[in-house]
C-alpha cells in the first residue's frame, strides 16, 4: 500500500438538516443546463420550462359517451318524445353539422356536438324505431358533454418547471401537441466502491472478503435519481489508485458518490486524498447509520463520499444524496417525501444522534400511516432495507418513544422503486 495522505482534523459533526440544506443550496448554484429532446425520451425528466396551453383541450365540446346529441329543451318532462335521427358522426368527422328542434344526431364517443346541440342520451337510454330515437324521461340536460377547454383552457398553464415528467405528465405534453420539449440536462455520476475486503459479484472470496452488494443498490438508487450513472470502478485500498480514479471522475462528472474509505481507519483515504487534491465542505453528520458522511468539491464535481456499511450507504444517498440530485436538476417536489405515521411499538435510543430506522410503512384500520419498525437494524443489514418500504427518524434530542408516537417516514420503496 502507497503512504497514506494525512487525514484531515475532524470539524464539529454537522446536524442532519444543516448538511441537508447545505447540498440542497449547493445543487441549486450547481444548476445543470437545458436541453431540448423528443417527448418519448422525456421520462423522468425535469421540466425545464413552463408549459401554457395555446389550443384548449379538448378544443372542440364533444360526447363523453356513445349516444344521440339532442338540444335539452327537447328532453321530455314525462313520457316519452320522438326525435328524427338526423345521421350519425364518428369520433374524428371533420364536417359541421346543425340540428334543429325536434332533431338529434347518433355520436360516437369524442365526437363533435353539433351546432344547437348541448346534450348526449346514451345509446342504452334510447330505442330506435326506423329514423326515431325514442326518449324517456329522467334524462338531464346537459348530460355527457365534454365542454370546449374542459381539460385545459387557452392561456392556462398545464404543467411548471420543476416538475418531473412521468406517464400523466407526458400525457399532458402530448395532449398539447408538443412533440420535444425542453428538460435539464441529466446529471452525470462516476460511482466509485473501495474496499480490499469487498470483490464483485461472481468473483471467488477469499474467506476474509464478502460481495459488492454497494455497487448495485447505490447505483440503482443513482439511475432512479434520474442521473446518468456514467460508470461504476471498485478501487483497492491504494491512495494512488483512488487519487487517480477521483481526478479521472472529476473531469468526466458533475457528481462523484463513493462508497467506503471514509471513517478514520488507516485504511479509510478519502477525508485526506479530498483535503489534497481538493476541498471539504464538510465531514461527519450526526446521523446513525452514515456519520462518517464526507462531501467536498474536486475542481467542479462534488464529491459525496458515503460509509461502506450497505444500510448506511442507502441511508445517506436517501437522506442527503437525493436532495442534491434533485437540486441540481431543479426539480419543484421530492421522489421521496417525509409523511408522518404512527409508531405500532415503543422504541429507545441511547445516542444523541438522529437515528433512521427501517420499517414497513401502511395504512391501519382507521386509514392513518403505521410504522411497523423492523428487528433487524444493523448497518450491515441489507436484508432489513430489503424488506422495508421507508425510513422513520427519531431527532437526535429523543431517547424514548411509546407505542402511537407520530415520526416522520419517509416512503422509499414501492415494488422496489422510489416514491414518486
Known sequence: MNASPRTPDCPSRWTVEAAGAFLAAAGRAQ????????????LGRVLAEDLVVERAVPPFANSAMDGFALRGADLPAAGERRLRIV??????????????????????????LPDGADTVVIQEHVRVDGDEAIIGAGERPGANV???????????????????????QLGVCASLGRARIAVVRRPRVVLLTTGDEVVMPGEATSPAQIHNSNAFSVGALIRESGAALLSHRHLPDDADTIRAALLQAAG???LIVSCGGVSAGDADLLPGLLAEIGTIDFWKVRMKPGMPFLTGRIGAARLCALPGNPVSTVATFL???????????????????????????????????????????RAGVDGTLQADLLDRQGSGMLRGVAEANALVRVEADLTELPAGAVVPAMIFALSGTLSR
Open 319 to 361: 437522506v442527503l444524496v437525493l436532495p442534491y440530485l434533485e437540486a441540481l436538476q431543479g426539480c419543484a417536489t421530492t421522489a421521496a417525501p417525509w409523511l408522518s405515521a404512527r409508531l405500532t411499538a415503543p422504541l429507545r435510543k441511547r445516542h444523541d444522534r438522529t437515528e433512521f430506522l427501517r420499517a414497513h410503512v
Open 87 to 112: 345521421g350519425t358522426h364518428l369520433a374524428g368527422a371533420a364536417a359541421s353539422f346543425a340540428i334543429a328542434p325536434g332533431e338529434c344526431l347518433r355520436l360516437m364517443t369524442g365526437a363533435p
Open 146 to 168: 365534454r365542454p370546449a377547454g374542459e381539460d385545459f383552457r387557452a392561456g392556462e398553464t398545464a404543467l411548471r418547471r420543476g416538475q418531473r415528467l412521468g406517464p400523466a
Open 31 to 42: 444548476a445543470l443546463e437545458v436541453e431540448t429532446i423528443a417527448l418519448d425520451e422525456a
Open 252 to 254: 468526466q462528472a458533475d
